[in-house]
């Protein structure tokens, strides 16, 4: 392994690729100038070949992405990678002669990732790094020489910290931001359904929550419009009808609350034998009537129609007649369904909670699933990404043996 490093960062032989065992010694690394030597970090398997640390078995190295693997359970010889990272790490630093800032930084790079399951998990699907973490240490001037080797200890503390972060906090994908807005939009939807079953069974039912509602929401309609006013005297603009219109949406709330109390007080038509109690008062009998109401009417039908599209509406910024047209329609048809009854506003809260908990187990296994797709595509670019380098340093290779026969000759 060794004497490929030592010949050349050229050289046509990537034995440090090849498949070895996690017991295998790795032997000192043999550091190179630094402008070869950044050459070989950033070709294909470049860490595990600069830091002369062998490969592992790609088929052993596919763990759970999803559960992180500890440094005893490690396939890679962590305290042989600190080792040869700090022998490097002296010749490289840019305040020695002959060290780079820039080979310094890969060097650094180069640990890390060997350091961290899930950063070398990713390295060895196609042996390059395709993350940058360069803007990380961007500002952070290399110590002096004096100090380079406490240097490289203090850096290697740091770096297990920044690497240990990296393994704990997953990269946020395409996925999990739509996971994040869907269970987001279906909470939305929950919080909006109970506040409308409020309204619907509780506060429209009985005359004094009616009250105060309505009483609640004309002065909230008063607040609007008081600070809509203020804020046109500042620009000095005039109100026009368009920038009134969230002063009227909590008057028709109102109407829509109002409707549905109302729609509770029509009176039944019923016999009056079946509607008549006779209450014997002393020496006479009085006749007592019970009034018996609608429990559903097509005013109340209206009012809850009317509350609950407004309610939809206002979690939209942009509200197209187009737009309201569907909310009203989508309302119309669940108020239908609904009809301000306490059970069938807990079974559409409970289906919505069914929702919420599928959009939780679901999203993470799609997610899974995806990854490991994306994987097996990335594992087949990386096969050509190392054949192709492999062919690279053949022609490489034959080019100077050519060049070392003809100044031979000469």
Known sequence: MTDNIKSSPTAPSRSTSTTSSSTSS?????????????????????YYTYLSIPKPDPS???????LDATPENSIIDLDQV????????LKHHPDRRGGNEETFRALNRAKIVLSSPKLRREYDLIGLDLEDDA???HDDPPASSENASGDASKTENEDKEHSNNNNQNKTETVMSHLASATLAGVLQMVVRTALMGVVS????RYLILTIVTLGMLVFLSTRIYSALNVAAKGAN????????????????IAVGVFSMFRGRRFVMENDTSSGEDNVVVGDSTTTVQETIYHSWTWTFWFGETLVMTLFIANSFEKRSPALLALFTTISGIFALW??????????????????????????PIMEMILEQIVEEKMKKVG?????????????????????????SLD
């Open 26 to 46: 790795s032997a000192a690394p043999v550091a190179l100038p630094s402008d070869e030597a950044l050459e070989l970090l950033l070709s294909p398997d470049g």
């Open 201 to 204: 069974v509780l506060l429209s």
């Open 135 to 137: 803007e990380d240490h």
């Open 383 to 407: 096969e050509k990404i190392r054949a192709h380098d492999a062919r690279l340093r053949e022609l490489q290779r034959k080019r100077n043996v050519a060049a070392a026969a003809a100044a």
């Open 237 to 252: 603009v005039k109100l026009n009808l368009l920038s009134l219109k969230d002063v009227g949406v909590p008057l028709l």
């Open 82 to 89: 600190k080792k040869n990272y700090r022998r490097l790490s």
């Open 60 to 66: 052993s190295s596919l763990t759970n992405p999803y």
């Open 338 to 363: 609904l009809r301000g009854q306490f059970w069938r506003y807990a079974t559409l809260l409970g289906f919505q909670g069914v929702i919420a908990l599928l959009v939780v187990l679901a999203f």
